[in-house]
């Protein structure tokens, strides 16, 4: 029997990529450019800021008062459809937009931290020339922006709104940080694509949304989207925002807490700690919905958030 040596380690790399090369250009969703031929097309608005363009919509009568809504972790500006509608039907001026990385904003080469996040809000806010207090809204990773924000500029937000809100603490990413190219090989081949159809399990009805995942799918086909995730996933392993919970908890500002009851991605069990630094807040536990209550259920999200909003005093 003839006896093959076995390559070194160079020779190895060279035979996977010879082989793996192919599956991972075939397997990778990210194909096209995010230029200004698809900005041109795309719904909404952009906005050059420091970092890149900004995709957003804003709505409502200019004048009327400002309620800006921060998205989730991965999910487009479109995660507010229905609450940009039904608030700009209620007489407000209402922003929306997508976080770099996400969505139609741009993919910069940067690091994904919690400060790039904040700075890209206040960049947002005045080149639109909103300078006055704004009721600040933010769905799931959203809530933990929003927290960042209020602590860093209290002055710039008259009321909070958290909708099954996460928080930053630290988590540990030493299986990735020494292997980054299997990462990005793994998650190409195997997981990108799947990314679009976990986004149901948001829903405690999921087939009631079946476009969904398509709907998630478009952001996949620009380049760059995967290195934004995994720059949002080192950049952020360290943070903690348990003193600036404890700080923006202490402000007098009204705060609104709305929270599925059947979340199984932020559980509602959470509620009780997010209730405890935020005592004056107001908990409206929604039943029948999974982390997405302003679908499965916007009639009893809308019209208590309203409530909230025109309320004079605290809720």
């Known amino acids: 029997m003839r006896i093959v040596p076995w ?5 190895a790399s060279l035979i996977i990529s010879l082989v793996a090369g ?4 075939a397997r990778d969703p990210e194909q096209l450019e995010l230029n200004a ?5 795309a719904p909404g608005s952009f906005v050059a800021l420091n970092d890149g363009y ?9 004048g009327n008062r400002v309620v800006v809504l921060a998205a989730g972790a991965t999910v487009p500006y479109y995660i ?17 937009y997508d976080y770099y990385g996400r969505g139609y904003s741009d993919r910069p080469n940067i690091a994904y931290t919690q400060e790039m996040y904040v700075r890209q809000l206040t960049q947002l806010l005045d080149a639109l020339k909103i300078r006055e207090p704004v009721d600040l ?11 960042s924000f209020s602590n860093r500029y209290p002055k710039r937000v008259r009321s909070l709104v958290f909708v099954d809100p996460g928080f930053r603490e630290p988590y540990d990413v030493s299986d990735i940080t020494g292997a980054k190219a299997l990462w990005e090989f793994f998650t190409t081949v195997f997981d990108e694509d799947a990314w679009a159809d976990g986004q149901l399990d948001d829903f405690l009805y999921p087939e009631k949304f079946p476009d969904w995942p398509d709907r998630y799918r478009v952001q996949l086909q620009y380049k760059g989207f995967r290195r934004a995730q995994l720059s949002e ?16 908890g202490r402000h007098s500002r009204p705060v609104l807490v709305i929270w599925g009851k059947q979340d199984t991605n932020v559980p509602f069990e959470n509620s009780n700690e997010v209730m405890k630094a935020f005592p004056r807040a107001r908990l409206v536990a929604v039943d029948s919905a999974g982390h997405l209550p302003q679908w499965e259920q916007p009639e009893i999200v809308h019209s208590e958030w309203i409530r909230f909003l025109n309320s004079p005093t605290k809720p």
């Open 137 to 147: 809204a933010g769905i799931s990773f959203g809530g933990s922006l929003i927290t």
């Open 54 to 62: 900004t995709h957003y919509e804003i709505g409502g009568k200019a």
């Open 7 to 11: 390559p070194g380690a160079a020779a």
């Open 233 to 248: 996933i080192l950049s952020n392993a360290n943070a903690n925002q348990k003193d600036e919970i404890i700080r923006v």
């Open 22 to 25: 192919p599956v991972y250009r």
């Open 80 to 96: 507010w459809d229905p609450t940009f509608t039904a608030l700009t039907e209620a007489g407000f001026r209402v922003l929306r």
């Open 37 to 41: 031929s698809v900005r041109a097309s």
